[in-house]
């Protein structure tokens, strides 16, 4: 797959002939939910789960388009230069995080009742990543949203589960991408979506005749940048990571079905 910079580019400017004022989810969370907007308003987001040359790529037309977004980054796609560049521009940087998936995949869980006897350590886990974040990135991320791992399709749990309103205000987090006051609050959400489909539900500007007055669209630069050589590693570490993940899941039920042992009770 080529490029679709060109089709990124005319999007956000067909978005912004129907009127819409781009905005940050920061921005979101405060307008005041009893009073009709001054005018409809898009959310923009980028969930960057890797490919950080590919957002660099779209953050340019993004700039270059007067469009200001919401870019959330996994621990392992930090760029601090470029979330720079973002808030420098009025965007907003977010952290993507994933320690359901993550702590799933390193102690074999695979079923939502062993995900919840941890749920305590995962979110420990959670509070170690936010201050990793923080000391990599120079700043307390505001605003975060949950990534999707295969994982988490395996066993039925979103990596959003781990979240509570008081872990929230624990870790000074305003709004969550995921969170039910925030899907509430709009009329219409789209996400870009492999080939040959593209988008899911289905093209955001068969929509914008009817200028829904709140409208959420979720992209990846995976779907918009050309990048085969580092699409090829990441389909490499998929296939490992789930070959473990079954492996070590195995070796958790076995465990589970011998019961306790006298290594576990000396």
């Given at each position: 797959m080529?490029?679709?910079?060109?089709?990124?580019?005319?999007?956000l400017?067909?978005?912004?002939?129907?009127?819409?004022?781009?905005?940050?989810?920061?921005?979101?969370?405060?307008?005041?939910?009893?009073?009709?907007?001054?005018?409809?308003?898009?959310?923009?987001?980028?969930?960057?789960?890797?490919?950080?040359?590919?957002?660099?790529?779209?953050?340019?037309c993004?700039?270059?388009?007067?469009?200001?977004?919401?870019?959330?980054?996994?621990?392992?796609t930090?760029?601090?230069?470029?979330?720079?560049?973002?808030?420098?521009?009025?965007g907003?940087?977010?952290?993507?995080?994933?320690?359901?998936?993550?702590?799933?995949?390193?102690?074999?869980?695979?079923?939502?009742?062993?995900?919840?006897?941890?749920?305590?350590?995962?979110?420990?886990?959670?509070?170690?990543?936010?201050?990793q974040?923080?000391?990599?990135?120079?700043?307390?991320?505001?605003?975060?949203?949950?990534?999707?791992?295969?994982?988490?399709?395996?066993?039925?749990?979103?990596?959003?589960?781990?979240?509570?309103?008081?872990?929230?205000?624990?870790l000074?987090?305003?709004?969550?991408?995921?969170?039910?006051?925030f899907?509430?609050?709009?009329d219409?959400?789209?996400?870009?979506?492999?080939?040959?489909?593209?988008?899911?539900?289905?093209?955001?500007?068969?929509?914008?005749?009817?200028?829904?007055?709140s409208?959420?669209?979720?992209?990846?630069?995976?779907?918009?940048?050309?990048?085969?050589?580092?699409?090829?590693?990441?389909?490499?570490?998929?296939?490992?990571?789930?070959?473990?993940?079954?492996?070590?899941?195995?070796m958790?039920?076995r465990?589970?079905?011998?019961?306790?042992?006298?290594?576990d009770?000396?």
């Open positions: 080529g490029s679709r910079l060109a089709a990124y580019r005319a999007l400017r067909e978005i912004r002939s129907c009127g819409y004022r781009f905005c940050t989810i920061i921005e979101f969370a405060e307008i005041d939910r009893s009073a009709a907007f001054d005018q409809p308003v898009c959310l923009l987001r980028n969930d960057v789960d890797s490919n950080k040359t590919g957002v660099a790529q779209m953050f340019g993004d700039r270059d388009e007067g469009v200001r977004a919401t870019y959330f980054f996994r621990l392992s930090i760029d601090r230069k470029l979330m720079d560049r973002i808030e420098n521009h009025g907003v940087v977010g952290y993507h995080f994933e320690e359901i998936a993550s702590v799933a995949k390193r102690l074999g869980l695979n079923s939502r009742a062993q995900v919840d006897a941890h749920m305590e350590e995962i979110r420990d886990e959670f509070r170690r990543n936010i201050a974040f923080h000391e990599r990135t120079g700043r307390i991320p505001l605003a975060v949203a949950s990534h999707g791992d295969f994982v988490n399709r395996r066993i039925g749990v979103s990596n959003s589960d781990l979240l509570t309103p008081a872990l929230m205000e624990e000074g987090i305003v709004a969550d991408a995921y969170g039910d006051r899907h509430r609050a709009l219409a959400r789209f996400s870009d979506f492999p080939p040959p489909q593209w988008w899911k539900p289905f093209d955001p500007v068969q929509v914008l005749p009817d200028r829904p007055r409208l959420s669209i979720l992209v990846h630069p995976r779907q918009w940048t050309c990048n085969p050589a580092l699409n090829l590693w990441l389909n490499g570490q998929r296939i490992s990571q789930e070959i473990s993940w079954r492996r070590r899941a195995a958790t039920e465990r589970n079905a011998r019961g306790p042992t006298n290594a009770n000396p």
